[in-house]
């Protein structure tokens, strides 16, 4: 739009368009603001804080955000049992097929995508915070936490006594779909 355009109109539609704007602007920059978006979710218990978390991301990249899908959250949940039973931070722990979690619960009916990320760490390093922040620092996993298609979302998380290292151990399991 000019300027000149805007300065011939009234009074009353210049002011309809500045609030506009100022609504439409304030989510935007607010999103980008890490430490006030991180400090949003930190109140919520650490299962809410990670879906918290993802979904501030993707509004900060202007992505859609995510629904939770009780398949999806079925789904990460036996990914993350089968990574701590088998002690092995693998997308296929157990020699499972990584379409198989998705299949279990039925989440591969008809026309369906999905994609996951997982996370493991100890004190500070357990944190939902810090899970988002390695994903978005690795390339793979910035794609599948960043891809447009994703329209549904299911987080685990189990915490045990030393899994992978001392203390105890929290493994993040993000599974990411979308069906038709």
Do not use: D
Request: hydrophobic share 50%.
């Amino acid at each position: 739009m000019r300027i000149t355009t805007i300065s011939r109109m009234p009074a009353r539609c210049v002011a309809l368009i500045v609030a506009v704007l100022a609504i439409a602007i304030a989510p935007a920059a607010e999103a980008r603001t890490a430490p006030a978006a991180k400090h949003a979710c930190a109140a919520a218990t650490q299962f809410q804080a990670m879906i918290c978390l993802v979904n501030q991301t993707r509004a900060a990249h202007g992505l859609p955000g995510v629904r939770l899908s009780a398949a999806l959250r079925r789904s990460a949940a036996l990914r993350a049992n089968a990574i701590v039973r088998c002690r092995q931070f693998s997308h296929t722990p157990c020699g499972q097929s990584f379409g198989s979690v998705f299949q279990a619960v039925g989440y591969t009916r008809g026309r369906a995508a999905f994609g996951e990320n997982i996370a493991w760490g100890s004190g500070s390093l357990a944190s939902p915070e810090h899970a988002v922040s390695r994903w978005l620092a690795s390339p793979p996993h910035r794609r599948v936490l960043l891809s447009r298609g994703w329209r549904e979302l299911g987080v685990s998380a189990i915490g045990v006594n030393g899994l992978f290292a001392p203390g105890t151990n929290v493994v993040w399991v993000a599974q990411f779909g979308s069906r038709r």
